[in-house]
């Protein structure tokens, strides 16, 4: 089948070339790519000419051979973009709150568990906690519940916080455009809004309640974000929801679409891996050495864009990644509202790296990468 490229410029959405394209006859592709296809992708590395028949390849059973090479060629690129710096964040839960059913999540309406809505004297020591640890970039997660946690409690929360953090990000449900002007003007300078799944059959048999069906509405979130000035996107794909390979080749080409559409926007890019959860325990796996061929794929593909990793993954692996292709990481997460003052409510999924800040910070140290939290422009806030 013809590959079309996604469309690079202003005026035209992610959608549109999403629509044309299909996700089982994507997976072919990368099924059926060759030795010599990867080879000829590992050629381009660097050259930024890297094409969507590359991408495949390096996706592909057939790259992990291949996987030592990858991995120095990420090393090398990272290292030339992005130095030895790692930026750190914490994630700060204001609810667990949620209206929407989705199988994966362990705050999905369905779920009998510890609801809580933090008010804003609880946010606020939550933040101090986090800040006296040293964390000066905060992401800021909800359920979807648009009465509990409006739009409007939304932008007050990140207010509050923006006066002592460099940089204030949210993980919240989709918002229209005007909405997120309204968290520019909060104080709030990146979204991160992960697509879960780009599988269209899977992502409608895994949401079955709530504003989250949607799937055109979340996969145009960035577009609308950007357009409203927020500075910082993070996208992303949940591995285990269907096929891992082709999930990331949609996430590469949403990431060239608006790395290229919406220039002066600073992308990343994460591929959380599937955790248990209220409600799931029989998570599907996806290998070590699949998950680092995609992120060193990624890298790759991606050499400009940020690489998140979070604390889902344990500490042997996170270092070794840290090393190699990742920019962003997450320390001393808690993922449940009120978690870090002590307060009781349920987890959205498990954590495996359990360290504190500090003693996550030294590991990279040790390994001669240089932990950074603050953000690098405050000014442009």
């Not at 460099?166 to 809004?193: F, H, N, Q, T, W």
């Not at 949609?250 to 002066?264: D, G, N, P, V």
């Not at 599937?274 to 796996?285: F, N, Y």
Request: glycine share 6%; hydrophobic share 35%; charged share 25%.
């Amino acid at each position: 089948m013809g590959l079309p490229n996604p469309p690079g410029f202003p005026g035209i959405v992610f959608t549109d070339y999403y629509r044309r394209m299909h996700f089982a006859s994507i997976s072919a592709e990368i099924e059926n790519a060759s030795s010599s296809d990867v080879e000829h992708a590992l050629s381009k590395a660097g050259t930024g000419q890297i094409s969507d028949r590359n991408i495949l390849a390096l996706l592909s059973p057939a790259a992990l051979p291949y996987l030592e090479e990858m991995a120095r060629m990420a090393q090398s690129i990272t290292r030339q973009r992005h130095g030895n710096i790692i930026q750190i964040y914490a994630p700060l839960y204001l609810s667990n709150e949620c209206r929407s059913s989705c199988t994966y999540c362990g705050f999905s309406y369905e779920n009998n568990i510890r609801r809580r809505t933090l008010s804003m004297e609880e946010i606020e020591k939550e933040g101090s906690i986090l800040y006296d640890q040293g964390i000066r970039h905060v992401l800021l997660l909800t359920g979807e519940d648009y009465k509990r946690t409006s739009v409007q409690f939304i932008a007050d929360a990140a207010r509050r916080l923006a006066k002592s953090f460099s940089s204030v990000s949210i993980e919240v449900y989709p918002l229209k455009e005007d909405d997120y002007s309204m968290m520019r003007e909060a104080g709030v300078d990146g979204l991160a809004v992960y697509q879960e799944t780009y599988d269209p059959e899977c992502y409608r048999r895994v949401h079955l309640r709530g504003m989250k069906k949607n799937l055109e509405f979340r996969l145009e979130c960035p577009d609308r974000a950007a357009s409203a000035g927020i500075r910082k996107i993070s996208i992303g794909a949940l591995l285990g929801l269907s096929d891992s390979a082709t999930e990331v080749f949609f996430c590469a080409q949403h990431a060239r679409y608006l790395m290229k559409t919406y220039w002066q926007t600073q992308l990343s890019v994460s591929l959380p891996r599937l955790r248990p959860a209220e409600g799931l325990t029989d998570v599907p796996l996806v290998k070590n050495r699949s998950y680092v061929q995609y992120l060193c794929a990624l890298r790759i593909i991606l050499p400009d864009a940020g690489i998140i990793l979070s604390t889902r993954e344990g500490e042997s692996f996170r270092d070794q990644m840290a090393g190699i292709c990742i920019t962003q990481m997450s320390a001393g997460s808690r993922t449940e509202p009120g978690g870090y003052s002590g307060l009781e409510a349920t987890v959205q999924f498990e954590t495996e790296d359990r360290r504190s800040v500090h003693e996550f910070c030294s590991s990279l140290r040790a390994n001669g990468l240089e932990p950074v939290f603050t953000d690098w422009s405050p000014v442009m806030k």
